[in-house]
């Protein structure tokens, strides 16, 4: 019986695998998961898989509802408010939406496999070293809590066979402490690959909701995505107009300045976090940068470009730039980037118009592996 729940619970995932994929460049082009994150899992709504019902037999067949009474008597002899009007049956069979819980990790292999992500390359240079404990063998000494039940009845039924004291038509197996078998373990250090993103967007006046609504979406993606391939993983965020600054997630997506716009002052403060926090021998770092393309002068274009060449790139795995089209924004700076690093393949360039061109995006971020 366990075994038969097994295999039809594992039938039923794999048809909300296949509904999830179906779906879900329309769940990441309209957000629809991010507010049904919890800790570790998506509740996710899944359309069109019909749920238990009771069928109704034919009338002349009996049944629990035998006896006196007419079509549209009520139930249980109770009578309906006088005057009362009754509502039209609908003709159509309802929508049926279930909610599902999926893990992070069993949507990032969904992503994975829509957008043919490839694994990430982990740059090599990770020294921090994580000890994890392994079970290995069996011993006759431990704690009950690592007692193994199947071998310690093993055990107790080969013994009551050798003394003659099992009786197949009375069977009884009752353990003595000489029985008794645990787990035993060892401790092997392992290594751990870690890995922060820094996420880098512009706020000033030209950035609008909508705009701040895309990178939402997509640094989700990007997170989901991440998370999957580096047991460590950390974000960090940094705002900025004229003047950079580090803030948490939320101010990230909710705030909104007036003033302009100096993107080289966001680069700097990234360089800095580096210096301060992350050693590259032993961090895979990951800096992405949104904006609508409207910076202050040439020289500090040129200035963001000599950041990147002699501070960033040599330290970083890639450096991500999705520009996001704004009605105000000018829209020159990623083609200034891509005129200074056509042939650098570290930069990683995207032109986000709308929601929709979301998933090309990421795929566009992602899809080499860096």
Known sequence: MSLKIDQDHSRFRAIVRGKIRQNLRKYISQGELIGRKGKDLVSIPIPQIDIPRFRFGDKQQGGAGQGDGEPGDPMGGEEGEEGGEGKQAGQGAGEHNLEVDVTLEELADILGEELQLPDIQDKGKSKIINAKDRYTGIRRVGPESLRHFRRTYREALKRQISMGSYSPDKPMVVPIP????????????????????????DVSGSMGDEQKEIVRIESFWIDTWLQKQYKGLESRYIIHDAVAREVDRDTFFHT???????ISSAYKLCSQLVDDHYPPDEWNIYPFHFS????WSMDDTLACVDILKQKLLPRVNMFAYGQVESPYGSGQFIKDLREHFA??????TSEIRDKDAIVNS????LGKGA
């Open 362 to 365: 990421i795929k566009e971020f």
């Open 343 to 348: 042939k650098d393949d570290r930069v990683i």
């Open 178 to 201: 000489d029985d008794r078998r645990y787990r035993s373990w060892k401790t092997q250090p392992e290594p751990v690959a870690n890995a922060v993103i820094i996420y880098m967007m």
């Open 256 to 262: 909104r300045e007036s003033g302009g716009t100096m």
């Open 292 to 295: 609508d393309g409207d910076n």
